[in-house]
């Protein structure tokens, strides 16, 4: 049976929205709901212990090799998962698709209420992935340094993006080849040793929302800008830049025992990332 899910929205008062099945599919096609519907309306009306949208942070040396939870996770994985596994020529990089694949299956198996190893993905022409049985479940990985991360929604695409910094960057030709002309302003204003937050804080939310549209960053991460995130401004888009009514963004930096900071950016046009907190960015695979 699939977890509790409640999205983040208030719920609908007694008696509004949909309180039966045959509410809730009331706008499907022949009104036969099939199984995946059914998991859906569990995630709607069901208030329980965790709320969408969410995300989840795990670090590759949190689960050993050799370990009997590296085994398990295995276990889930599809002969094609497999296949791309044994295709990395590191094994630190094998590791970490693992873990990436693993944490994936675990938490969209737990929403949808599906054996994580009968979970099948499929990929939209533009080559981003979805669940085949529950495409209404919107997810999104991202990896970087040791660390992995998995956004999901079940309102609308989502986007997430992690940045773990572990060398030095020249942030200003970064941004002056790829960002807006104020975004490059902001780096550059005083003081400076803001500059590394706010070039981080730019990249993973323009990675995050390239990432829910589905395009990619080869669309122009100069087209949208954020200088103005920090102060409260919403984001601008280029005029002629398609679907940018109603993104919301959220953003974190989290700092790191080692005194580095990991960069977290999520993005979509689910209306409740505007209401994230920490508590709903969750540490581990359960």
């Known amino acids: 049976m699939a977890a509790s899910i409640r999205k983040r929205q208030s719920l609908p008062p007694p008696g509004t929205g949909p309180q039966t099945l045959g509410d809730f599919t009331a706008d499907i096609p022949g009104g036969t709901p099939g199984p995946q519907h ?3 309306l569990h995630a709607l009306i069901f208030v329980g212990s965790m709320t969408l949208p969410a995300a989840w942070l795990l670090r590759s040396d949190e689960i050993a090799p050799a370990s009997p939870e590296a085994r398990d996770l295995a276990a889930l994985l599809s002969a094609e998962e497999r296949q791309r596994q044994g295709s990395y020529k590191r094994a630190e990089a094998r590791h970490q698709f693992l873990l990436s694949r693993g944490l994936l299956r675990r938490v ?3 929403i949808s209420g599906q054996a994580p190893e009968q979970l099948r993905f499929e990929r939209l022409p533009s080559g981003k992935p979805l669940l085949a049985d529950f495409p209404e479940l919107h997810f999104s990985l991202s990896h970087s340094g040791q660390w992995i991360g998995l956004a999901v929604s079940c309102e ?3 986007g997430i993006d992690i940045e773990q910094p572990t060398k030095p960057r020249d942030f200003l030709r970064i941004a002056h080849h790829y960002f807006h002309p104020q975004e490059c302003a902001l780096l550059e204003s005083p003081p400076l ?3 590394p937050m706010h070039f981080y804080r730019l990249w993973t939310m323009k990675e995050a ?3 829910a549209r589905g395009t990619g960053i080869s669309e122009g991460l100069g087209r949208i800008n ?3 995130f920090h102060l409260g401004r919403g984001p601008a888009f280029d005029a002629d830049l398609p679907d940018t009514a109603a993104w919301n963004f959220y953003y974190a930096m989290h700092r790191l025992p080692d005194t580095t900071q ?3 950016a999520l993005a979509g046009t689910d209306p409740a990332l505007g209401e994230l907190t920490r508590e709903s960015i969750h540490r581990g695979i359960d």
């Open 156 to 158: 609308a695409p989502i």
């Open 108 to 110: 969209l198996g737990k």
């Open 209 to 211: 929302f390239f990432k």
């Open 193 to 195: 040793e803001l500059m």
């Open 226 to 228: 954020l200088a103005g």
């Open 38 to 40: 059914i998991a859906l």
């Open 262 to 264: 990991l960069h977290l």
